[in-house]
Antibody
Framework: EVQLVESGGDLVQPGGSLRLSCAAS????????MNWVRQAPGKGLEWVSY????????YYADSVKGRFTISRDNVKNAVYLQMNSLRDEDTAVYYC?????????????WGQGTLVTVSS | EIVLTQSPGTLSLSPGERATLTCRAS???????LAWYQQKPGQAPRLLIY???NRATGIPDRFSGSGSGTDFTLTISRLEPEDFAVYYC?????????FGPGTKVEIK
């Protein structure tokens, strides 16, 4: 069973940067696509970004395109989200989530989430 | 962008009752790419249904999904105490992979 543990959430000022990490306990990490999904306080879910198992293909929501970068290290079994030019509206719990199968964008395993607060 | 609308916003039911939750899309997409998630307070979402009607691993058979085109349904045949939660639908046919606003199933 895959387990995902996020870290890196913090309080940051508008315009600042933050890097989130997600560590996966699985033997064949490169077999799985990974995503970041966020949830603003008291709100619903918003898909943020996707990366394929090899790292060759990435997608972003329009709300973060040009500001966030997803990457992965298949040796360290980790996925990252570099967040730049942060805005108040980026405040949310950020979940990493595993794609259920190759080429599919539904998520069958989620981490516990890490809170990012953007405020002055 | 495909916009998903869920109804009702809140469903007040008693344990043992049947729950019917609806998800409607702003445009047609393949039913192969519709999922349902359950989220309890302070927890991450959990995948219940994928491909509109396929239960995820470990999901009890009281949960079932149906639908096609723009209209989808999640049914919980007999509510157990642990089923009171928020339920989200998600389409994953077209990027961005959007979620509905959620239906809260609360104890009456």
């Amino acid at each position: 069973e895959v387990q995902l543990v996020e870290s890196g959430g913090d309080l940051v000022q508008p315009g600042g940067s933050l890097r989130l990490s997600c560590a996966a306990s699985v033997s064949t990490f490169s077999d799985y696509s990974m995503n970041w999904v966020r949830q603003a306080p008291g709100k619903g879910l918003e898909w943020v970004s996707y990366i394929s198992g090899s790292g060759a293909t990435v997608y972003y929501a329009d709300s973060v395109k040009g500001r966030f970068t997803i990457s992965r290290d298949n040796v360290k079994n980790a996925v990252y989200l570099q967040m730049n030019s942060l805005r108040d509206e980026d405040t949310a719990v950020y979940y990493c989530a595993k794609g259920r199968s190759s080429g599919r964008f539904d998520f069958d395993c989620w981490g516990q989430g890490t809170l990012v607060t953007v405020s002055s | 962008e495909i916009v998903l609308t869920q109804s009702p916003g809140t469903l007040s039911l008693s344990p043992g009752e049947r729950a019917t939750l609806t998800c409607r899309a702003s445009q047609i997409f393949s039913s192969s790419y519709l999922a349902w998630y359950q989220q309890k307070p302070g927890q991450a979402p959990r995948l219940l249904i994928y491909g509109a009607s396929n239960r995820a691993t470990g999901i009890p058979d009281r949960f079932s999904g149906s639908g096609s085109g723009t209209d989808f349904t999640l049914t919980i045949s007999r509510l157990e105490p642990e089923d009171f939660a928020v339920y989200y639908c998600q389409q994953y046919d077209y990027s961005p992979f959007t979620f509905g606003p959620g239906t809260k199933v609360e104890i009456k």
